[in-house]
């Protein structure tokens, strides 16, 4: 039977208004499973050589392989050069044809006739090129890596900016092949991203001020960017990110890949504890005046609770709505404790409203890295639209708790004064009683009066 045979076109163009006139390159050509019949079979590889030559308004150079057994397999790469650097690879035409992950050599299998040729494109630049490699990497709040894939976003979205100045916020410029760039997971590799084919520096300048390049990140990758001087925190389902180690600095000998870990770390949620003081026997009536201490526990090298000294006290006093306000030391008043981080709070009321108790007891509170409140030991659920709580997760991620303390007024002293003979009378009258008993007892013990 003949042998069905197809080809392979390696060609080579310079980039956009270069010519790279006369200029070699050298290619190399790995062929397995010859004629496709799955038999792991390798040649050894194939160097094969092409010169840039001027076709009419065209520069470019060609090599074709031809009579290849159908079905045989290939990867052509292109060697390295010192004067120019690789910008970009394509292909067109036969089967079951990739670029390969690098973004530098094209695989696949040889079709069947001239129309089918599988035509690999190489285009080189005079520019100094370089590919950055980006791996994606999530941190907890304490630093930890360790997080499941479920508490992981399937996606994000991801943006290259470069600069010549970086210390410039405005100078920053979208790099226009890599405006919005999907990166997700993949096996083994997880969360990594290759940029390739970028410039060094600006060519078309004297001089060589390298660039520096900045990776921006989007939960939706439709405009909402951040990574930005002004803007690091990024909000992903619910949950909100510090992101770190976004900038990478291109220098003169720098290796390509270029390494940046993109790392985004869980910020701390932050809490307020928000206190009202009310009558126990009709909570419609706010108390004013009460006021109320914080303090933030921790344990010492013993494992013993002690009060966490660098947070200090703060302490707030209730208004005539009941509801307590703190002035800090510029004047800004604000309502309850705000801006709280994880932790264990301990709550007392210090001063209580005229002809009132105080608390008999101070009110704990913890709360959680993972968004979680307890409430004198118990837990206390986010409200949601079916289970109304007094824990509620704001819009910007924060979480407010918000308290009713009750009271309940001091018991009432017996009175003074004009009712003073009432008094004498209670007391008097049964003392009056037991003299007379005792006077009847002993006359009778003295025999008393006969019949």
């Not at 925190?233 to 870990?261: C, F, H, M, R, W």
């Not at 800090?328 to 709550?347: I, N, P, W």
């Not at 968004?371 to 109304?388: A, D, Y």
Request: hydrophobic share 30%.
């Amino acid at each position: 039977n003949k042998v069905k045979t197809g080809k392979l076109i390696i060609r080579k163009e310079p980039a956009p208004d270069e010519k790279l006139e006369n200029q070699e390159f050298t290619f190399t050509v790995k062929f397995s499973d010859v004629g496709g019949q799955g038999l792991g079979n390798e040649i050894e590889p194939q160097t094969y050589t092409c010169k840039v030559k001027q076709h009419g308004k065209e520069y470019y150079g060609e090599v074709v392989i031809d009579k290849i057994p159908v079905g045989t397999r290939f990867v052509v790469s292109e060697d390295e050069t010192t004067d120019t650097s690789l910008q970009r690879v394509s292909f067109t035409g036969g089967e079951d044809c990739a670029i390969t992950e690098d973004g530098k050599r094209v695989r696949g299998a040889i079709a069947e006739g001239d129309n089918n040729a599988v035509t690999a494109t190489f285009v080189n630049t005079r520019r100094q090129l370089i590919d950055i490699e980006v791996t994606k990497q999530w941190k907890k709040q304490d630093g930890t890596t360790d997080i499941p894939s479920n508490e992981l976003p399937k996606a994000i979205y991801l943006q290259l900016q470069r600069t010549e100045t970086p210390n410039d916020a405005s100078s920053w410029n979208t790099v226009s092949e890599y405006k919005s760039v999907e990166l997700e997971p993949v096996g083994y590799e997880g969360w990594t991203k290759l940029f390739t084919g970028l410039d060094k520096y600006d060519a078309n300048k004297e001089g060589r001020v390298y660039y520096s390049y900045r990776v921006l990140e989007s939960a939706s990758g439709t405009g909402d960017w951040h990574g930005g001087a002004d803007d690091n925190v990024i909000e992903i389902d619910g949950k909100k990110y510090t992101i770190l180690n976004n900038t990478v600095q291109v220098e003169e000998n720098s290796a390509s890949p270029l390494k940046l870990i993109l790392t985004n770390r869980q910020q701390d949620p932050k809490f307020t504890l928000d206190v009202t003081k009310a009558d126990a026997e009709d909570t419609k009536h706010k108390l004013a005046g009460v006021e109320f201490t914080l303090e933030k526990l921790t344990t010492d090298g013993n494992g013993n609770t002690v009060v966490d000294s660098p947070f200090g006290k703060r302490t707030g006093v209730t208004n005539d709505q009941g509801e307590l306000m703190l002035t800090d030391s510029s004047g800004k008043v604000t309502q309850g404790f705000t801006e709280l981080k994880a932790g264990m709070y301990r709550l007392t009321e210090t001063k209580a409203a005229e002809n009132y108790n105080l608390l008999s007891a101070p009110i704990l509170v913890t709360f959680g890295k993972d968004g979680t409140c307890t409430l004198n030991g118990s837990k206390i659920e986010v409200s949601t639209t079916e289970k109304r709580t007094e824990f509620t997760k704001n819009e910007d991620g924060s979480y407010t708790l918000a308290l009713t303390v009750l009271n309940r007024k001091t018991p009432a002293l017996p009175h003074t004064g004009a009712d003073a003979p009432s008094l004498w009378l209670l007391i008097g009258l049964p003392l009056a009683v037991a003299g007379l008993l005792i006077l009847v007892f002993r006359y009778n013990k003295k025999g008393g009066r006969t019949r």
